[in-house]
């Protein structure tokens, strides 16, 4: 059973940065497609960034390209998003998600994952 546990998500001023975490247990940490979407209220999930398992190619939607980055660390299996220069259109649960889909298109869907986390909260507010 692979378990995703986020945290890391709290109240920012506009420009200011945050570090989420995504730890993984349960599964081979390395052979994940890794990804990130974000829920704002009243509004469906989308897409923020993702990681192919396979060649270790990262992705990211337009709306963060240039101030969203992620990373990983294979010891601790842990995914990042790193963001900068927040604004309050960031304001979202944010979550995240593992999936193990060959299909290249599933890396910025929802439906190309199959483990959640239960998201946290960011909340980019003065």
């Known amino acids: 059973q692979v378990h995703l546990v986020e945290s890391g998500g709290e109240l920012v001023q506009p420009g200011g940065s945050l570090r989420l975490s995504c730890v993984v247990s349960?599964?081979?940490?390395?052979?994940?497609?890794m990804g990130w979407f974000r829920q704002a209220p009243g509004k469906e999930r989308e897409y923020v960034a993702s990681?192919?398992?396979?060649?270790?190619?990262?992705y990211y939607a337009d709306s963060v390209k240039g101030r969203f980055t992620i990373s990983k660390d294979d010891d601790t299996n842990t995914f990042y998003l790193q963001m900068s220069s927040l604004k309050s259109e960031d304001t979202a649960v944010y979550y995240c998600?593992?999936?193990?889909?060959?299909?290249?298109?599933?890396?910025?869907?929802?439906?190309?994952?199959?483990?959640w986390g239960q998201g946290t909260l960011v909340t980019v507010s003065s």
């Open positions: 990681r192919r398992a396979r060649g270790g190619y990262l």
């Open positions: 349960g599964g081979t940490f390395r052979t994940y497609n």
């Open positions: 998600a593992a999936g193990r889909s060959t299909i290249l298109s599933q890396m910025s869907s929802a439906s190309g994952y199959d483990h």
